[in-house]
């Protein structure tokens, strides 16, 4: 599976942006997927996840309430709308994907990852 994530940008606190995933191959429909994000200085961290179903959705306590994780295994794109933006948002944001479920907020344990995409918000 290869993984492209897109929709990242410069915007002003309080703006929204939808990030977007965009999967190759036939197995993304089966495949946990999740977005982390990376600011300067800093390690990667979980933002959210979603099972293969859409019925099991994971959010970190950072974003709770402002971002939307969904997927479209119609069309191997899975989304992160992240609304009420603070300039603590600002990171590089990534999408990954694993097989099968179970622990959902770990980076090492996802295979597939995509390039990254900037999210900067001012103040």
């Known amino acids: 599976v290869q993984l492209q994530a897109s929709g990242g940008g410069l915007v002003q606190a309080g703006d929204s942006l939808r990030l977007t995933c965009a999967a190759s191959g036939p197995t993304f429909s089966r495949y946990l997927m999740g977005w982390f994000r990376q600011a300067p200085g800093k390690e990667r961290e979980f933002v959210a996840a979603?099972?293969?179903?859409?019925?099991?959705?994971y959010y970190s306590d950072s974003v709770k309430g402002r971002f939307t994780i969904s997927r479209d295994n119609a069309k191997n794109t899975m989304y992160l709308r992240m609304n009420s933006l603070k300039p603590e948002d600002t990171a590089v944001y990534y999408c990954?994907?694993?097989?099968?479920?179970?622990?959902?907020?770990?980076?090492?344990?996802?295979?597939?990852w995509g390039q990254g995409t900037q999210v900067t918000v001012s103040s």
């Open positions: 990954a994907g694993r097989p099968g479920i179970g622990v959902h907020d770990q980076p090492d344990l996802y295979a597939y």
């Open positions: 979603i099972t293969w179903n859409g019925n099991n959705i």
